[in-house]
């Protein structure tokens, strides 16, 4: 059924950054959203129904699949593929090599981290699930930059507002998620509190910023460069979560390469452009 959920989960917004590239945003934000429903409702009610776990997972899978094959269907229409690795990885590369590496993190980072007891597990694991999901929401920070971008929309003094207003909403929920449920959890709220403390100093302090500056230099600066800043920041991510032999490891290797790595991105900006008067950012000078 995990397997499943991730591919369809890859599907769905496959086709709706498509539709976002075309403006048709209530149609992207009402196929998310129906895609979300119906995984929610196909595992509860048929839960309720049946407790027999193959049926219920075969319900939702083949309900997720038809859902996916006909937005499918209606969003992609005859084409011809056209497919050059070395343009794709262009746009892209970041991103593939980042999530290399974060595989490696969760894998070998949290199991130092679970290491050192019970407690340290519960809370760790308790914190990622009130804010795991905020951050993939954070995450289309930068897909709303690109789509800006590529149609030369992209205002930097607009998009760093709109972002420190949707991060201080996540980090909201983030609180309220937090406070509701942690007794349920009967997790150590000190241990807690310190892993929220370092994922809300990165969310805060790095992730609108840093999210805005990765996707305009990706595009509009130098993509071999943002690369090789990019990896910079998740080698360091990934060498000190493994290293460091602390339950607090991944969290450090989180906070410490985004402080690194974010002043590189703001020299190349500064460097090489300036803002206008009216928000949007200009080159210096020709390259």
């Known amino acids: ?15 709706t950054e498509k ?9 992207a934000n009402l196929c998310k959203v129906g895609f979300i429903v119906l995984s929610l409702l196909t595992v509860v009610i048929t839960a309720l ?24 269907g209606y969003t992609i229409k005859k084409f011809k593929f056209d497919f050059t690795i070395l343009k794709n990885f262009k746009y892209e590369s970041s991103d593939i090599l980042s999530q290399t590496l974060m595989f490696i993190i969760y894998l070998i ?13 519960v809370a760790l694991n308790f914190v990622n699930l009130v804010i795991d999901p905020q951050w993939d929401a954070l995450g289309e920070i930068k897909t709303i930059a690109k789509i800006d971008i590529s149609n030369s929309e992209y205002n930097y003094r607009k998009a760093l507002k709109n972002s420190c207003i949707v991060n201080m909403f996540y980090m909201g929920t983030s609180l309220i998620l937090f406070f509701s449920l942690f007794k349920a959890y009967h997790v150590v709220l000190t241990l807690c509190l310190i892993y929220l403390a370092f994922q809300f100093f990165d969310m805060f302090v790095l992730s609108f910023v840093y999210s805005n500056l990765k996707a305009f230099m990706q595009l509009e600066f130098s993509p071999t460069r943002c690369t090789i800043i990019n990896l910079l920041n998740h080698v360091i991510r990934t060498i000190l979560s493994i290293a460091i032999l602390h339950p607090f490891n991944t969290n450090i290797g989180q906070v410490v390469c985004g402080t690194v790595t974010l002043p590189i991105l703001l020299y190349f900006r500064f460097k090489y452009f300036k803002l206008n008067p009216d928000g949007v950012l200009v080159p210096k000078r020709k390259k």
């Open 1 to 15: 059924m995990s397997m499943g959920q991730i591919f369809f989960s890859f599907v769905i917004p496959m086709l």
């Open 109 to 121: 980072g949290y199991r130092r981290a679970f290491s050192f007891g019970a407690e340290y597990v």
């Open 49 to 72: 129904i049946t407790k027999n776990q193959i049926i219920i997972v075969l319900v939702n899978l083949i309900s997720l699949f038809v859902y996916c094959a006909v937005w499918f």
């Open 19 to 27: 539709m976002y590239f075309k403006d048709k945003n209530l149609k």
